[in-house]
């Protein structure tokens, strides 16, 4: 290895330890987007348009109705992601019910940190809708609701009031 790659190597390696983005420290530790970093939060186009909400604001602790026009097949797994005001970051796992397939239970969720969690690999058709349960631990915020095990990834953009 040469003098270059290993100090390439090295900064890399800082940067992953130490969470380099773009984003400047306030003296406070607090971080704040950089210039070139997008403070509105935007989706892939390409994970958009096939999903939809009921709303677009909710409260802790409500019930999504995420329908599918186009019946696109679907697993019944959704994250859920906070928009920091320069990424998006997953937050919680959601576990739906649909018309589709109806485990005993209600829909459920899960903090995306916790472990001994999952969801049945199942695959759904249909224009749904889904029934999921926005966590009541949510803070107020954007979030962006996507499908979590689907063959094409969709994604809608929330608030929590």
Do not use: H
Request: proline share 8%; net charge negative; aromatic share 8%.
């Amino acid at each position: 290895m040469n003098k270059v790659t290993a100090a390439l190597l090295g900064l890399a390696s800082v940067c992953l330890v130490a969470g380099c983005s773009p984003a400047e420290d306030d003296g406070d530790g607090a971080r704040t987007p950089m210039s070139g970093a997008s403070a509105t939060p935007t989706l892939d186009p390409s994970s958009t348009g096939r999903m939809e909400l009921d709303n677009r604001s909710y409260s802790p602790g409500d019930l999504l109705s995420v329908s599918w026009p186009g019946e696109d097949t679907r697993g019944v797994a959704y994250s859920l992601d906070a928009w920091d005001g320069s990424e998006w970051r997953t937050v919680y796992y959601l576990s739906a019910v649909s018309p589709g397939f109806r485990p005993k239970g209600d829909p459920t969720w899960w903090d995306a940190d916790a472990t001994g969690y999952g969801w049945v690999d199942v695959g759904v058709t249909g224009p749904g809708p889904d029934a999921a349960i926005l966590p009541d631990t949510a803070a107020t915020g954007t979030y962006r609701l996507c499908t979590a095990n689907s063959p094409e990834q969709s994604c809608v953009v929330l608030t929590v009031d």
